[in-house]
C-alpha cells in the first residue's frame, strides 16, 4: 500500500519478522475509526493502533513497557471495522522485548512463581486409567479454590467416560502471554508430547486460559469444554434454584460462540433466567486478570473491573473462569458456573465456600493426595521436566533449611549453655567497652547497606538486641534515613544512567508522575505501603522532582513506626532464646503484626471509599 500524499512515512526500526508482519498489518489496514479506543482505556492512554504502530521503536524504554499494559483481551479485534487483531501485535511487542533482554519485570515474579509450582514435582499429576485416550485438565486455580467441586465434576464425567483420565498441571499461559516464547513452548511441547506417547488424544478443560492454549497449540490433541460436554451429557442432579443473573463471558473465549451457548443452557437448566449486560459474548470486557496487567499497570486492570461491576447493575455475575470469578468476587456478586451446577441454592445465597491463598496450595496438595490414592492400575506420573535444568523446588527447600537452621541455632543455643554469654546486660557492657565507637560503626554499616542493596531488617534486629529499645531506635532510625537520603543522592548526581536502566517496569514511571502530582504524600504512601522494593525505592526518588529536604524528612518521619515496632520486638528476642516471654516481646509483636496490616487496612479503607492508589 503506497503512503498517502502529505503523510510522513513510518520509521522502521529492524525487528523480528513475526513483530514486523503485525506492524505492517495494522499500519496498511487501521482506518484510525477510534472504535477500539472508545472501548479500551489503553488504546486511550497510548493512541490507535496505527499510531502505535508507525512510532514503535523496541530500543524505547516506554515502548518496551507498553504492550505489557495491553489485557491482551482483543475486545479491539471484536468491534474493529476491518478485522484487525492488535492484540497481536502487542504479544508480538511483549516477545521482541524480552528477547533483548528487558522483558524481566520483577513484579511478574508472583505469577511466574504460580505457574512454577504448577508445573512442579510437587503439584503435578497425571493418572491415565487402562484405555485412556481423554483426560480432564482442570487447570491451576480451579483446584485451588473448589477441589471438591473438581472431584464431582471428575466423578460426574466418569458416568459417560468410564476411562477419563486426570491431569494435574500447567499449562504455562502466563509465560506465554508474557512474552517468554522459549520457555512456553519448551514447557508445553513436552506435556503435549507425553500425552500423544500415552495414547491421549482429547482434553476436557474447564479453564478458558487453558482451552485457548490447547485449542493453537494442541495440534493432534482436540480440545472441548466440560461446559459442552455436560450439555450433551447431562447435568448432576442438584436440583433447581430460581431468580435472574448475568454471565461474564471470559476475554479468552471471546471468540468461541459455541461455549458461550452451552453455559447459558447449562444455567437455565438450573431454573435460572439470564439477563445480559451490554457487553458479552464475542464483545464480553475483560475481567481485569488478563495479560497479568495488573502487576505493571493496577489502575488499567481495576478500570476494567470497575467496568464490569458497574454493567451488573447488582446482579451476580456467573462466569465460567476461576480466575475471573477471583477477581471480579471481591468487586460484586460473583460465582463460578461449577458452583451454580453441584451447588445452585447456596449459589445463590453467596453461601458457597471458596478457599483463598495460601489455602489454595493446600488444596492442591490434598488433591493430589486424592487422586493418587484412587489410581490404582493406571499411568501416573509427576512432572519432573524443567527447561532451566534446575531443581523447581529449590526456593521453597532453601526457605525450609533456613527456618530449620534458625530453630536448630535456637536449641543449640539453648542446651550449651551459651545463653549466659548472650545476656543484654553482658552484651551492652562489651559495648561500653568500645565508647562511642559500638554506635557510630553500626550507624556506618546501616547507613551504607541501602546503596549496596543489602537487606536491612538483620542489622535493625542487631540493633535493637545491642542497644535496647530506646537507642535501637534511635540510632536505627538515623542511620536508615541516612542510607535512604545516600542512594537519594548517588542516584540524583552519581549514577542516573545505571539506576534509569534498571528502573525498567512502567511502575517506575508511574511513580515519577505520582510525585509530581502529590509530592511528598507519595513518599509518605511508599514508606507506609510497601509496594516497591525499598533499596531500588531510594534510588528511583533520585529520579523524582522532589526535593531532598521534603524525601529526607518524610523518610524520617513514616519509616518511624516500622523502625519502632521491629527495635521493641528484636530488643526482647534474647529473653525468648531463653525461654522467658517479656512484656516487652509481646508489645513488640504486637506493634509489628498492627505495622504489617497497614496495607491492608489502606485496602479496606480504599475499597469501601471507592478510592485507587495514588499510584
Request: contains cysteine; glycine residues 8%; hydrophobic residues 40%.
Amino acid at each position: 500500500m503506497s503512503q498517502k500524499t502529505g503523510e510522513a512515512a513510518p520509521i522502521r526500526h529492524t525487528v523480528s519478522a513475526s513483530l514486523r508482519k503485525e506492524l505492517d498489518t495494522i499500519s496498511e489496514k487501521c482506518i484510525n475509526c477510534k472504535l477500539c479506543q472508545k472501548e479500551c482505556e489503553f488504546l486511550r492512554k497510548y493512541g490507535k493502533p496505527k499510531e502505535i504502530a508507525d512510532s514503535y521503536d523496541p530500543s524505547d524504554k516506554v515502548h518496551q513497557g507498553m504492550p505489557f499494559e495491553c489485557s491482551l483481551c482483543q475486545l479491539c479485534a471484536a468491534v474493529c471495522p476491518v478485522k484487525i487483531n492488535p492484540a497481536l501485535m502487542f504479544i508480538e511487542m511483549r516477545r521482541e522485548t524480552v528477547k533483548s533482554g528487558n522483558g524481566d519485570y520483577p513484579e511478574h515474579g508472583v505469577i511466574l512463581g504460580y505457574e512454577k509450582r504448577g508445573t512442579s514435582k510437587r503439584f503435578s499429576y497425571y493418572t491415565l486409567p487402562e484405555g485412556c485416550d481423554t483426560v480432564f485438565f482442570p487447570g491451576c486455580t480451579l483446584p485451588g479454590t473448589r477441589p471438591d467441586k473438581v472431584i464431582k465434576l471428575y466423578e460426574h464425567l466418569k458416568i459417560r467416560l468410564p476411562n477419563l483420565g486426570m491431569v494435574l498441571d500447567c499449562c504455562t499461559k502466563p509465560s506465554h502471554d508474557l512474552g517468554k516464547d522459549e520457555y512456553f513452548h519448551r514447557m508445553f511441547q513436552e506435556m503435549k508430547k507425553y500425552l500423544l506417547d500415552n495414547g491421549i488424544r482429547n482434553v476436557l478443560v474447564a479453564c478458558p486460559n487453558c482451552y485457548k492454549v490447547f485449542k493453537k497449540y494442541g495440534d493432534k490433541i482436540s480440545v472441548k469444554t466440560v461446559y459442552e460436554i455436560m450439555v450433551h451429557n447431562g447435568l448432576p442432579d442438584t436440583g433447581k434454584t430460581s431468580g435472574a443473573v448475568t454471565i461474564h463471558d471470559p476475554c479468552a473465549l471471546r471468540f468461541d460462540e459455541p461455549v458461550h451457548a452451552a453455559v447459558r443452557e447449562l444455567i437455565a437448566a438450573k431454573g435460572l433466567t439470564v439477563e445480559e449486560m451490554p457487553h458479552h459474548g464475542v464483545k464480553t470486557l475483560c475481567c481485569g486478570e488478563g495479560g497479568s496487567v495488573g502487576f505493571l499497570a493496577p489502575e488499567l486492570s481495576k478500570n476494567w473491573g470497575n467496568l464490569r461491576k458497574k454493567e451488573a447493575e447488582g446482579k451476580r455475575i456467573i462466569t465460567y473462569c476461576a480466575g475471573c470469578a477471583n477477581f471480579l468476587g471481591p468487586l460484586t456478586p460473583t460465582s463460578h458456573v461449577l458452583d451454580l451446577l453441584f451447588e445452585p441454592a447456596s449459589t445463590m445465597s453467596g453461601d458457597v465456600k471458596v478457599s483463598k491463598a495460601p489455602l489454595t496450595y493446600w488444596n492442591r496438595l490434598q488433591l493430589k493426595k486424592q487422586l493418587q490414592k484412587s489410581s490404582q492400575g493406571a499411568r501416573t506420573r509427576e512432572r519432573m521436566f524443567a527447561v532451566d535444568g534446575e531443581n523447581k523446588k529449590g526456593g521453597m527447600l532453601k526457605r525450609v533449611v533456613f527456618l530449620i537452621l534458625v530453630i536448630a541455632a535456637i536449641v543449640a543455643i539453648r542446651f550449651s549453655g551459651a545463653t549466659q554469654y548472650l545476656e543484654q546486660d553482658r552484651l551492652r557492657l562489651l559495648i561500653q567497652v568500645y565508647g562511642a565507637l559500638a554506635p557510630l560503626i553500626y550507624m556506618l554499616v546501616y547507613t551504607i547497606a541501602p546503596s549496596l542493596f543489602l537487606p536491612g531488617l538483620p542489622l535493625t534486629i542487631a540493633g535493637g538486641i545491642l542497644f535496647g529499645p530506646f537507642w535501637g531506635v534511635v540510632y536505627t532510625i538515623t542511620s536508615a534515613t541516612l542510607g535512604a537520603c545516600l542512594a537519594f543522592l548517588i542516584s540524583r548526581y552519581i549514577a542516573r544512567d545505571w539506576v534509569e536502566k534498571k528502573l525498567k517496569s512502567p511502575r517506575w514511571k508511574q511513580l515519577d508522575q505520582g510525585v509530581e502530582k502529590h509530592g511528598w504524600k507519595i513518599v509518605a504512601f511508599t514508606r507506609l505501603i510497601p509496594i516497591f522494593p525499598f533499596n531500588l525505592l531510594n534510588y528511583a526518588f533520585g529520579l523524582t522532582k522532589i526535593t531532598f529536604l521534603s524525601y529526607a524528612a518524610t523518610t524520617f518521619i513514616f519509616m518511624l513506626p516500622a523502625c519502632i515496632a521491629f527495635i521493641v520486638f528484636s530488643s526482647s528476642l534474647l529473653d525468648l532464646v531463653k525461654g522467658r516471654v517479656s512484656p516487652a516481646f509481646l508489645i513488640g509483636l504486637g506493634l509489628v503484626v498492627l505495622v504489617s496490616l497497614i496495607p491492608l487496612f489502606y485496602q479496606r479503607y480504599k475499597a469501601k471509599k471507592g478510592l485507587t492508589d495514588p499510584l
